[in-house]
């Protein structure tokens, strides 16, 4: 079954540099792309559509996931949270340096 639509977006939990990606995806949703263009690096970044159609998380801690990151890589998934409208990374995250070490 496809995922749960995601809840409304709470603007005042974004930064203003969050809240112009929220634009940019909204805005490459209704044009019906795939991707948009990142503000801040001009990488291409994939859209929720285009995730939903995929079928499954691919594991790259996406943006913006629809699959809650069910395949991401725990330790990099403990690093994101999600800020209402997309994923992101977790400022307050620190890494437990003893992971990875045998």
């Known amino acids: 079954p496809p995922p749960p639509p995601p ?12 809240s ?17 263009d990142d503000p801040a690096t001009g990488l291409k970044v994939v859209t929720r559509l285009r995730h939903f159609l995929k079928g499954t998380c691919c594991g790259n801690a996406c943006r913006h996931c629809v699959y809650n990151h069910q395949n991401v890589d725990p330790e990099r998934a403990r690093s994101r949270l999600f800020n209402s409208a997309f994923w992101v990374e977790d400022p307050e995250y620190v890494e437990d340096e003893s992971e990875g070490f045998l």
């Open 7 to 18: 809840p409304a977006v709470d603007y005042s939990k974004l930064t203003d540099q969050e």
């Open 20 to 36: 112009f990606i929220h634009k940019k995806h909204k805005e490459a949703i209704e044009n019906f792309h795939f991707t948009y």
